[in-house]
């Protein structure tokens, strides 16, 4: 179990250890944590690790042949302003995977990092100012 200052890490498999490291570090506001590229890095946003683990890494390794695939399983990454992140994205040349999809909660785009992982981009919904007695 982690404790509250350590990072809660999620692995995404990837094509190109270091095609992956620009993606999230250029566009999603991560930094590098350790790099052993072409086999393995680590990005690190807030309390989140992300494990990219490429062909060669041991996480790889170990994946059995019918779960390879990417999956609908995403990380969620929540913004201020889910309209100009899209311009930004867009104009960095990210392509996004259907359009913005609204619901009680907020709003959200999908987008694909180079090997073809989700990462889901979310506005939180405004919430109603608390009532006064």
Same mark, same amino acid.
């Given at each position: 179990? &982690?404790?509250?200052?350590? !990072?809660?890490?999620? =692995? @995404?498999?990837?094509?190109?250890?270091?095609? $992956? %490291?620009?993606? !999230?570090?250029?566009?999603?506001?991560? &930094?590098?944590?350790?790099?052993?590229?072409?086999?393995?890095?680590?990005?690190? *946003?807030?309390?989140?690790?992300?494990?990219?683990?490429?062909?060669?890494? +041991?996480? /790889? #390794?170990?994946?059995?042949?019918? @779960?390879?695939?990417?999956? *609908?399983? #995403?990380?969620h990454l929540i913004v201020?302003?889910?309209? &100009?992140? %899209?311009? =930004?994205? *867009? $104009? $960095?040349?990210?392509?996004? #995977?259907?359009?913005?999809?609204?619901?009680?909660?907020? =709003?959200?785009?999908?987008? +694909?990092?180079? $090997?073809?992982?989700?990462?889901?981009?979310?506005?939180p919904a405004a919430r109603? /100012?608390? +009532? *006064?007695?």
């Amino acid at each position: 179990m &982690t404790t509250p200052d350590q !990072y809660a890490g999620v =692995r @995404y498999l990837v094509d190109d250890v270091q095609a $992956a %490291i620009d993606f !999230y570090t250029g566009h999603l506001g991560f &930094t590098l944590h350790h790099s052993a590229a072409p086999a393995f890095a680590d990005v690190v *946003r807030g309390p989140l690790r992300l494990l990219l683990s490429g062909p060669a890494s +041991s996480g /790889a #390794r170990a994946t059995p042949a019918d @779960y390879a695939g990417a999956g *609908r399983n #995403r990380i969620h990454l929540i913004v201020d302003d889910l309209d &100009t992140e %899209i311009a =930004r994205l *867009r $104009a $960095a040349g990210v392509a996004f #995977r259907g359009d913005v999809v609204s619901g009680p909660g907020g =709003r959200q785009i999908l987008l +694909s990092d180079p $090997a073809g992982n989700l990462v889901e981009v979310f506005q939180p919904a405004a919430r109603p /100012a608390a +009532s *006064r007695p």
